[in-house]
């Protein structure tokens, strides 16, 4: 049974940061891509951008130049860098393969506010 636990989030100023963790206990982790998404309240889940094995990034247009996705094929794990943060940001974000392919894990708030 795949699990993904996500975690890193929190309460921040409009400006701040955050980096996001996502544990992911993927058989063949190096190899999957992997995608960050989000669930703003009354939204419908959007995908925020993906990692490759072999590090290529992908990203939404609304975050380039802001968020950094990166991964650590030995832990199992993959990062979302988020600076510049906004108001809009503010969401529950998950992890999960590109193709959504996984049960979904319980996500980790992130809200952005002064």
């Known amino acids: 049974q795949v699990q993904l636990v996500e975690s890193g989030g929190g309460l921040v100023q409009p400006g701040g940061s955050l980096r996001l963790s996502c544990a992911a206990s993927?058989?063949?982790?190096?190899?999957?891509?992997m995608g960050w998404f989000r669930q703003a309240p009354g939204e419908q889940r959007e995908l925020v951008g993906t990692?490759?094995?072999?590090?290529?990034?992908n990203y939404v247009d609304s975050v380039k130049g802001r968020f950094t996705i990166s991964r650590d094929n030995v832990k199992k794990t993959v990062y979302l860098q988020m600076n510049s943060l906004r108001p809009e940001d503010t969401a529950v974000y998950y992890c999960?393969?590109?193709?959504?392919?996984?049960?979904w894990g319980q996500g980790t708030q992130v809200t952005v506010s002064s």
């Open positions: 999960n393969a590109g193709d959504k392919r996984y049960r």
């Open positions: 993927v058989h063949f982790f190096s190899t999957t891509t």
């Open positions: 990692v490759g094995g072999g590090g290529n990034t």
